[in-house]
T-cell receptor, first 116, second 115 residues
Framework: AQKVTQAQTEISVVEKEDVTLDCVYE???????LFWYKQPPSGELVFLIRRNSFDEQNEISGRYSWNFQKSTSSFNFTITASQVVDSAVYFCALSEATQNTDKLIFGTGTRLQVFP | KAGVTQTPRYLIKTRGQQVTLSCSPISGHRSVSWYQQTPGQGLQFLFE???????NKGNFPGRFSGRQFSNSRSEMNVSTLELGDSALYLCASSFGRQSSYNEQFFGPGTRLTVL
């Protein structure tokens, strides 16, 4: 069965702190994609990153970095030097490539609050 | 390039009524997916359409239906509304190519409130 678990419901930090959002996934497929989306209060889901199952290279984009580890089925997201504008709900998601569908399976989300 | 648009953005209905939500995908995209977001259940997949055909369906009752038109625009319909249908309904579009990853772009959503 496919499943995405985000154990952290809510995280509060003070500006400039580093914060890591955890994501653990389950799938039987050998080919799959993992995603992170940001949902600000406006409601629209904003795409942050996609990783395919064959690429375990970590990625850094500005203050954002992602750590993909197949051995632990985890795809964690770190924000360095957090800012108030990072406050949002963050979703991790999984898509199984062999199912001929773009269906996304989402985790329950982590609400991040960054205080000034 | 215009993004995914959804209309209406807000809707208030009463129990027992029916509702139709509309989604216009990004130009050139042939696949449209719908998701329901509620505080209790989170983001759940409703259905996916590609070239006017339903390609996948989530675990929702038959009161939830959808369709896609030849111009790729999609509508979803909920009949006999229940209080629990109150949610943010998100639409996502993609190129929809088979055997290939298709990045999905989300619209701003329609917030439905059932009284």
């Amino acid at each position: 069965a496919q499943k995405v678990t985000q154990a952290q419901t809510e995280i509060s930090v003070v500006e400039k702190e580093d914060v890591t959002l955890d994501c653990v996934y389950e799938t039987r497929d050998t080919t799959y994609y993992l995603f992170w989306y940001k949902q600000p209060p406006s409601g629209e889901l904003v795409f942050l990153i996609r990783r395919n199952s064959f690429d375990e290279q970590n990625e850094i984009s500005g203050r954002y970095s992602w750590n993909f580890q197949k051995s632990t089925s985890s795809f964690n997201f770190t924000i360095t030097a957090s800012q108030v504008v990072d406050s949002a709900v963050y979703f991790c998601a999984l898509s199984e490539a062999t199912q001929n569908t773009d269906k996304l399976i989402f985790g329950t989300g982590t609400r991040l609050q960054v205080f000034p | 390039k215009a993004g995914v648009t959804q209309t209406p953005r807000y809707l208030i209905k009463t129990r027992g009524q029916q509702v139709t939500l509309s989604c216009s995908p990004i130009s050139g995209h042939r696949s449209v997916s719908w998701y329901q977001q509620t505080p209790g259940q989170g983001l759940q997949f409703l259905f996916e359409y590609f070239s006017e055909t339903q390609r996948n369906k989530g675990n929702f009752p038959g009161r939830f239906s959808g369709r896609q038109f030849s111009n790729s625009r999609s509508e979803m319909n909920v009949s006999t509304l229940e209080l629990g249908d109150s949610a943010l309904y998100l639409c996502a579009s993609s190129f929809g190519r088979q055997s290939s990853y298709n990045e999905q772009f989300f619209g701003p959503g329609t917030r439905l409130t059932v009284l």
